[in-house]
């Protein structure tokens, strides 16, 4: 490991931590918009706070975090770059454990995870879109081990974690009895991540660090490589080559992550991101790594220098 991901994990839980950058709105395409909608706020409690014939948008009472396109031909094929899958984080355990306890009551196929870093659900919208909900937990994180050959981590206690142990679902769910079902999620819910399918490590976490991002974890071994935003949390951005290296992008017709928008926090970011993006307005606009259309929109009046 050749960053410093255990400061950052040591100050993830500082509420004075400034981070570079934030999400804003991850936006996707899919086979047919009302059956996506009635299955984001149907499954696990997105509001659906704007919508047309060919565009919604899908969010917490506060905040857009989805945008919904119509336009797909055909579902997620995974030999593509592009999404891995969307986190949307939720902010305790009583949250997390209720929109468990409400995606199983609804019959949707997940895989409660450990990562020991935070706990996480996993499942997938009707087209294939990768989808996790996250509570993290710092707090139980003791320490890596050799991630020359693989991620290996141990708790706080010193005891080793393989970072992808399934949950205990029966111990999760007691934190949800009597709980409402069927409420909104939370309005404290955020885009925590995204994690994405890129050609290769290197060079795709090269050109993150150029629009802001900082490296967490770099574990070649393993395909994989986590950013964070300079601050907070360890695992802003997932980065992986499991599908392959070089794959083509993800085709127009094919339900897919469309775009996502940045705000930046930062004036020397914008300056730096200048020689990697093209200029409209004020925001930058261009095509990661995965070929994916992403924005980075000014955001320094409200929370930084």
């Known amino acids: 490991m050749n960053t410093d991901a255990l400061g950052t994990i040591r100050e993830a839980g500082d509420g004075n931590q400034h981070e570079r950058l934030s999400w804003d709105v991850a936006e996707f395409q ?6 996506a909608v009635d299955f984001w706020t149907q499954a696990f409690g ?21 945008v919904l396109l119509s336009g797909a031909l055909r579902p997620v094929r995974r030999e593509h770059l592009g999404l891995y899958h969307v986190a949307i984080g939720v902010p305790d355990q009583a949250e ?3 929109v468990l306890a ?25 087209d294939g879109l990768g989808i996790e909900i996250v509570y993290e937990t710092p707090e139980r994180f003791g320490r890596f ?10 708790d706080i206690d010193g005891n080793p974690h393989s970072g992808r142990e399934p949950l205990d679902v029966e111990a999760e769910l007691r934190h949800a009895q009597g709980a409402d079902l069927d409420a909104r999620l939370s309005d404290e819910a955020s885009l925590a991540h995204l994690h994405l399918q890129i050609p290769a490590l290197d060079s795709a976490t090269d050109w993150f660090e150029g629009i802001g991002f900082s490296r967490s974890l770099m574990i070649p071994g393993f395909g994989f490589a986590d950013m964070n935003f300079g601050g ?56 990661d790594p995965s070929g994916t259309e992403m924005a980075l929109v000014p955001a320094y009046e409200a929370t930084g220098p």
């Open 102 to 126: 409400r995606l199983i009551k609804k019959g949707v196929p997940v895989s409660p995870t450990d990562h020991l870093l935070s706990k996480s659900i996993y499942f997938s919208d009707p």
């Open 145 to 154: 081990g050799d991630l020359s050959r693989g991620l290996a981590m141990y």
């Open 232 to 287: 907070g949390s360890l695992h802003r951005l997932g980065l992986n080559i499991w599908a392959g290296q070089n794959l083509s992008p993800a085709p127009p017709f094919m339900a897919r992550l469309t775009g996502y928008t940045l705000h930046v926090h930062d004036r020397a970011i914008m300056a730096k991101a200048r020689g990697l993006l093209k200029t409209s307005g004020t925001t930058l606009i261009g095509f």
């Open 46 to 66: 997105l509001g659906t706070r704007q919508q047309d014939g060919s565009t919604a948008a899908l969010g917490t009472r506060q905040k857009t975090l989805i």
């Open 96 to 98: 997390f454990s209720r």
């Open 30 to 35: 899919v086979t047919d918009l009302a059956r």
